[in-house]
């Protein structure tokens, strides 16, 4: 157990801004806000100013009152001027990541009641008729980036009017946007100043991120503009003591015989047990929707042992819930309803719940930013609060509690994505065309490689190349074609074959692994079994059922080099970046008793294999420098497959990734290397820049990787190093050991003057 505690600080406030309206001021100082912090003051000059802002400061340092001072003044201001004087109006666009955060932002607008602010939500929830008023009316809209893809960039001639008077447009929670999601954000973004340089407008970018390595830098290469950057946090805060848990070994053995801890969900059931039992205000973080459910579940029943009183206090919350049921756990956790909540990341971002006194983060959640966001959720309302980490069985975690000092001592990670990934850009200039013609003057905006891929664009017919520019060939809408959440043709619905309610919804590359024929699906605590999945259709059928066993899919997965990038030398190591092929299959399931995680049984599955073109960082090393290293031939392929595994879990301490970003294969012979390799791939169709990052990190990650092997008190090989959940080979074979050896071999042959 590690403990940290981050002091209490004193808040340094500033004058409200001299052009701030003295009924703005008002309004806000009616909040009981005397005076801003000099942070939100510094801000909310630069943005008046006319300057591109990114706002980086802790979580509750109320980044919003440094965006909120200029957006409502310049509407306040403009509440009089006539309606057909576009040069004299303003309008606010305020995009995040998830509906809940806009939500909540709505709210907090509203309540402001300040003259000549119309706000209103613009998202997947909203009605037709009220989409009709807000396109027409609203001045300060709120929207997420899905709707502006696909609902208000393409229809922007209904909102010319809003475009016109575009003064504001905030990014909220603006580090959360990397890897491929970033990259569809960045372009987004370029076709919405695309969009607003048409109707002769040019508005002021805003950005509010809690964590972000380097804002300036980051932000402005979001947005495609020059930034400035405001990153000193003057406001105040309780103490907040951090605990860091690695939960012990128990006597339960895995599939190889290697020993078990006690499992993150598990232990953070009790942790949230004990808390609840002592009124205390918690929120559980995990990463996956299911883990989220069996907490719950865990918590209620060993509550109705106890407090029965008290179990109905307690909620789980994630995403593909139904708009209703979020709202209704979002009230109930304001309201103080609801003593703990269960949640994936889909409560991570910025709705104020304050009140929290504590927060639990079952695993870690792929990014110091994420860790350092979801630990600030308690104590927002300035008292002191608690937060503890509970180490899942992986190489990161195992790391990361024998590591603290990797935690708290290093900056946080850079936001890593690529607005010029080929497979992202090709869809956002299909969809830019079709917006308005594309003019050669116009392709500055989009990056370097614009030009070339257009002309492939025209080669492949989606677009047709005339004097004026490019357009947009096809019927259909190009916005519509393309998703920027996951590849794979957009989200599967999960019906109840018995009632035909619709339970919720699933992207559908995770379809393959969690809702194949066969599979236990999981919402709001209760089980389903999956009867069909109907690809061509977007449908999963299930049925309710209680079972004592859940499922886990296996896969085979081949790589195939297609180019290199970028190479390293190093005496007998080879290092590289470049573009590969990922051939995978779902081949079969195995249902795993939910007390024991004994394997029950494996059955075959019938799914078609999937090809995914994209980057990964990969190296060779030769047999005999292997052999030197002190290994055997019979050892290769688990000393390899071992490496890989624990390189996996390691990545996201170098890259804004999470395991489940990125993916890997080992071999003892590639067919084109002709050597002993690993892979280390980004799982994105053109790459999420994950293993680039590896690549130019390479060292430093992989001492990492071999410290965290090291360091684990298993024998020979468990869940917290070189074991993997999401092996496709059941972790076999696997070799401890000689993991160590050959990375210690790799770590020798990398050259002191290089510095990755």
Known sequence: MHRRSVPAKDQITAPWPGWLAEEVKTTFQGLGINEPWLHQVQAADLIHAGKHTIISTGTASGKSLAYLMPSIDALFRTKDTAANDASAQASVLYICPTKALAADQLSSVEALKVPGVRAAAYDGDTDQGTRAWVRQHGNFVFTNPDMLHRGILPNHPAWSRFFKRLKYVVIDEAHSYRGVFGAHVANLMRRLRRICAHYGNHPVFIGASATSSDPEESFGRLIGAEVSAVTRDFSASGELVIGLWEPPLSERTGENGAPLRRTAIAESASILTDLMADHVRTIVFIKSRRGAETIATLTRKHLENFAPELSVRLAAYRSGYLPRERREVERKLRSGELLGVTSTSALELGI?????????????????????????????????????????????????????????????????????????????????????????????????????????????????????????????????????????????????????????????????????????????????????????????????????????????????????????????????????????????????????????????????????????????????????????????????????????????????????????????????????????????????????????????????????????????????????????????????????????????????????
């Not at 030009?451 to 677009?463: D, K, P």
């Not at 809702?515 to 061509?536: F, K, M, N, T």
């Open 352 to 756: 104020d719940i304050s009140g929290l006194d504590a927060v639990v983060v079952a695993g870690w959640p792929g990014t110091r930013a994420s860790f350092f966001q979801q630990i600030g959720r308690a104590g927002r309302s300035g008292q002191d609060a608690l937060a503890l980490f509970v180490a899942a069985e992986d190489p990161l975690d195992t790391y990361l509690v024998s590591h603290p000092e990797a935690i708290f001592d290093l900056g946080v990670e850079a936001t890593v994505f690529d607005p010029q990934n080929k497979y992202v850009l090709s869809g956002h200039l299909c969809a830019a065309a079709q917006e308005n013609p594309l003019r050669p003057e116009e392709l500055e905006i989009f990056g370097p490689h614009t030009e070339a891929l257009l002309e492939s664009l025209v080669q492949r017919g989606y677009l047709r190349r005339r004097p004026a520019g490019w357009f947009w060939t096809h019927p259909q809408h190009a916005a519509g074609m393309f998703s920027i959440r996951a590849d794979g043709g957009g989200p599967v619905d999960i019906i109840d074959a018995e009632t035909g309610a619709l339970l919720g919804t699933m992207d559908s590359p995770q379809s393959h692994y969690q809702a194949h024929p066969g599979a236990i699906y999981v919402h709001q605590g209760a089980s389903y079994h999956v009867e069909e999945l109907d690809e061509q259709n977007h449908v999963v059928i299930v049925t309710r059922v209680n079972p004592d066993y859940y499922t886990t899919a296996r896969d085979l997965t081949t790589v195939a080099i297609e180019a290199q990038e970028r190479t390293s030398t190093h005496r007998e190591l080879e290092i590289y970046f470049g573009d590969v092929i990922v051939t995978t299959q779902v081949v079969s399931y195995q249902r795993k008793s939910i007390a024991s995680n004994e394997v029950l049984s494996e059955e075959p599955l019938d799914l078609e294999a999937r090809d995914l073109h994209t980057k990964s960082v990969w190296f060779t090393l030769t047999e005999q420098r292997l052999l030197r290293a002190g290994l055997t031939v019979d050892q290769f392929p688990g000393a390899l497959h071992a490496a890989e595994h624990a390189m996996i879990g390691l990545l996201p301490l170098v890259a804004t990734s999470d395991r489940w970003d990125i993916g890997g294969v080992s071999t003892a012979l590639h067919m084109d290397t002709g050597h002993p390799t690993i892979f280390v791939y980004d799982a994105e169709p053109g790459g999420a820049g994950f293993a680039e990052r590896g690549f130019e990190k390479f060292s430093t990650w992989v001492r990492a990787t071999r410290d965290a092997i090291e360091a684990c008190e298993c024998r020979s090989g468990c869940p917290s190093c070189v074991q993997s959940p999401k092996c496709g080979n059941r972790n076999n074979p696997l070799d401890k050991a000689g993991a160590v050896l050959l990375l210690s071999a790799v770590l020798e042959d990398v050259q002191p003057r290089h510095h990755f």
